[in-house]
């Protein structure tokens, strides 16, 4: 599902990653950890067309977004990838069932077709009856819910979550975790997850560890 060749990426002097490789399936839950700095999110966002590496290919879905004008990787981004964020980034004036429409919408979605897929999802997450709310109305896990939510209203192929579980309470976030699973269960999608969480990152079905911009190699057994 994705493949990285040789990413390597600068910020002035600073050399955040130095040549990166990997490739993860289709259906796979991928965690991302390392120690601050270590390049974890330039290549989540760099996976996720946020931004581009100065060498190397990302390929999603046998795309190669490399080298997409932005016309044509914004179209490929809200069609294809699914973002969630550690402090959800929802729009306060506006509700849980329409902050879910949103990526619909600009995808070119009819209301009536946005409003389905969004209560399908509110359904799944447990959450038909906030549907109404607006996000200072919601708890903290209710508001990533409703960002995961929105994240997968276009069918993506991939959800890339940074931090996704940081600014929850212990028992928000193994919903949240369970989530993933749930989702990854019913839909096939494949989830990327760059976390400092432990607990997550051991129940993933890889763990990929970054250590000054390089993928630290595991260990033999």
Same mark, same amino acid.
């Given at each position: 599902m994705i493949e990285i060749k040789n990413i390597k990426k600068s910020f002035g002097e600073l050399q955040v990653l130095k040549g990166i490789d990997l490739s993860i399936g289709k259906g796979e839950i991928v965690s991302i950890v390392g120690p601050s700095g270590a390049g974890k999110t330039t290549l989540l966002q760099i996976i996720g067309t946020l931004d581009k590496p100065d060498e190397g290919n990302v390929m999603i879905d046998g795309v190669d977004v490399s080298h997409m004008n932005k016309k044509k990787l914004s179209d490929f981004r809200n069609k294809h990838i699914g973002f969630v964020f550690q402090f959800h980034q929802l729009l306060p004036e506006f509700t849980a069932l329409e902050n879910i429409m949103i990526p619909a919408f600009i995808a070119g979605a009819s209301h009536s077709e946005a409003k389905k897929r969004a209560e399908e999802l509110l359904a799944f997450m447990g959450l038909q009856e906030r549907a109404g709310h607006k996000?200072? +109305?919601? $708890? @903290?896990?209710?508001?990533?819910?409703?960002?995961?939510?929105?994240?997968?209203?276009?069918?993506?192929?991939?959800?890339?979550?940074? +931090?996704? $579980? @940081?600014?929850?309470?212990?028992?928000?976030?193994?919903?949240?975790?369970?989530?993933?699973?749930d989702l990854r269960d019913k839909f096939g999608q494949t989830f990327v997850i760059v976390t400092h969480d432990e607990t997550l990152a051991a129940i993933t079905d890889r763990t990929i560890h970054l250590r000054d911009g390089e993928v630290v190699p595991e260990e033999k057994e």
């Open positions: 996000p200072n +109305e919601l $708890s @903290g896990g209710e508001k990533q819910r409703v960002a995961v939510a929105r994240a997968l209203v276009n069918n993506p192929n991939v959800i890339l979550a940074d +931090e996704p $579980s @940081g600014s929850l309470d212990s028992k928000n976030k193994a919903e949240l975790h369970q989530l993933f699973f």
